[in-house]
């Protein structure tokens, strides 16, 4: 018997790069907690080449590149063409538009690797979170899922855990580590983001 599908919420998930939380939440629409909620409808890329790209591809999902010199206005015909309900940021490194942020009101989430609203803001990302999360001597990091906002990193806090930082931690061990537990994370946060809509 086919997959009732009507009900699914259409995800665009944007990225730049590896694309493990990309994975992790088509894991979850296929057979997670995302499945009764929600289908990976596209994947938008800031450049191509990526391998984000790729796990999109094998798993036959629509993909966008989505480079600098292409007006907002596109990329908004692109998403409504898929049908987008709702916007996951999966290690997205360019600023989102105003337009994109005003029209996915309480609909566009992104995922950073500390305790925010410390290590945040313009320039936080990658391995210099965990680099200053390391360097300012804190013991406690962790993962934040936030609503997206106009500002980097200041949008309403949606869930967040925390991963104890050990004291022979590199950027690298600790990254590894709470890369484990975003992939955890995430999908459920997302979940919760789209039963919010429902309330
Ligand atoms: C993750 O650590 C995420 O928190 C941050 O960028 C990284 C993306 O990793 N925003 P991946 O591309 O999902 O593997």
């Given at each position: 018997?086919?997959?009732?599908?009507?009900?699914?919420?259409?995800?665009?998930i944007f990225v730049s790069g590896r694309g493990?939380n990309l994975?992790?939440?088509?894991?979850?629409?296929?057979?997670?907690?995302?499945?009764?909620?929600?289908?990976?409808?596209?994947v938008v890329a800031s450049k191509?080449?990526i391998h984000a790209l790729?796990i999109a591809?094998?798993?036959?999902?629509?993909r966008?590149?989505?480079?600098?010199?292409?007006?907002?206005?596109?990329?908004?015909?692109?998403?409504?063409?898929?049908?987008?309900?709702?916007?996951a940021l999966a290690g997205y490194l360019?600023?989102?538009?105003?337009?994109?942020?005003?029209?996915?009101?309480?609909?566009?989430?992104?995922?950073?690797?500390?305790?925010?609203?410390?290590?945040?803001?313009?320039?936080?990302?990658?391995?210099?979170?965990?680099?200053?999360?390391?360097?300012?001597?804190?013991?406690?990091?962790?993962?934040?899922?936030?609503?997206?906002?106009?500002?980097?990193?200041?949008?309403?806090?949606?869930?967040?855990?925390?991963?104890?930082?050990?004291?022979?931690?590199?950027?690298?061990?600790?990254?590894?580590?709470?890369?484990?537990?975003?992939?955890?994370?995430?999908?459920?946060?997302?979940?919760?983001?789209?039963?919010?809509?429902?309330?």
């Amino acid at each position: 018997m086919g997959e009732n599908t009507a009900n699914l919420t259409n995800l665009a998930i944007f990225v730049s790069g590896r694309g493990s939380n990309l994975r992790s939440i088509i894991d979850s629409c296929d057979h997670g907690i995302l499945r009764s909620l929600a289908r990976v409808a596209l994947v938008v890329a800031s450049k191509a080449n990526i391998h984000a790209l790729q796990i999109a591809e094998s798993a036959g999902i629509d993909r966008y590149v989505y480079s600098r010199d292409i007006p907002v206005t596109t990329l908004l015909a692109v998403l409504e063409e898929h049908e987008v309900g709702f916007i996951a940021l999966a290690g997205y490194l360019r600023r989102i538009a105003p337009e994109i942020v005003r029209k996915f009101e309480r609909r566009i989430v992104n995922i950073h690797p500390a305790l925010l609203p410390k290590f945040g803001g313009k320039g936080m990302y990658g391995m210099r979170v965990h680099q200053a999360v390391i360097e300012s001597g804190e013991t406690i990091s962790g993962v934040t899922v936030h609503y997206v906002s106009e500002e980097y990193d200041a949008g309403q806090i949606l869930a967040q855990e925390t991963v104890a930082v050990e004291e022979n931690d590199t950027a690298e061990t600790l990254a590894d580590r709470i890369l484990q537990i975003e992939h955890k994370v995430y999908p459920v946060a997302i979940a919760d983001a789209l039963r919010n809509l429902k309330r």
